[in-house]
């Protein structure tokens, strides 16, 4: 039981945040570790609930609707509405940005004002190739946040940020999908993952996608007839 001085035996309020807010931050990155998108929400309402921050939270998940980055199957649905194969990655990088605006994000990398600048105005130039996993590595560094495994093989999402609350996440979105083969059925199509696209900010959801050539080509067909309708992005344009 929690006494008058905010103290729950030898546990203070500020550790017991603290210990959510490492947990939420493992979840972002590991989310099959920790029961995926259902997983992040409730260590996200928690540590909101720990910081006196449910208002802002929940302002925030409802932003999410407006955006129209939230179906009814969640942020996953957003992504597979975008792209039929995806990654839990992707879905965690939508929840880090609140986290981020929140003060909640743990960053492994914090880049300079300089460094963020030159990121994203080169994402369009960028993105007017096909890009892998170690071209994003070697051209902008390790990132800030890796959201996914660690086996260089696997589909992720690289996040890049500054301490600044207000600046957007940069996230790039790599896929990469199983090899059919019966003999080998845990082997990846590719050597490395493919970038699919950078994504930044933006009004709506898809307003701050800029797709690469290997992205675009796989945005599925249409919406589903049963979500809200959404734009599709951008796709970098070629000189």
């Known amino acids: 039981m929690t006494d ?17 807010v490492r947990h939420l931050n493992s979840a972002l990155r590991r989310p099959g570790m920790y029961g995926g998108e259902m997983g992040i929400r409730l ?33 996953s649905g957003a992504f597979k509405d975008l792209w039929s194969d995806t990654h839990e990655g ?7 940005e609140i986290a981020h605006r929140q003060g909640w994000l743990a960053l492994d990398r914090t880049l300079t004002a300089a460094e963020y600048a030159m990121l994203r105005h080169s994402g369009e130039t960028w993105c007017r190739e096909d890009r892998h996993l170690s071209d994003v590595v070697t051209a902008f560094g390790e990132p ?4 996914g495994g660690t086996n260089p093989r696997y589909p992720k999402t ?24 019966p003999t080998s059925p845990t082997a990846c199509l590719r050597t490395e993952p493919v970038l699919w696209a950078i994504r930044a900010g933006g009004t709506l959801f898809t307003d701050g996608f800029t797709f690469t050539p290997e992205g675009a080509a796989r945005l599925s067909p249409g919406p589903d007839p049963t979500e809200p309708e959404i734009n599709r992005g951008n796709t970098a344009r070629s000189e």
């Open 4 to 20: 008058s001085t905010g103290h729950n035996g030898e546990r203070s309020v500020q550790v017991v945040l603290d210990y959510l």
């Open 43 to 75: 260590y996200l309402d928690a540590v909101a609930f720990a910081d006196s921050a449910e208002e802002a939270c929940q302002e925030e998940l409802e932003g999410l609707r407006t955006r129209k980055a939230f179906f009814s199957t969640g942020v």
């Open 90 to 96: 992707s879905m965690a990088s939508v929840y880090a």
């Open 144 to 147: 800030s946040v890796l959201f």
């Open 158 to 181: 690289l996040a890049y940020a500054t301490d600044r609350r207000d600046d957007a996440l940069v996230c790039f979105h790599l896929w990469n999908g199983l090899s059919p083969s």
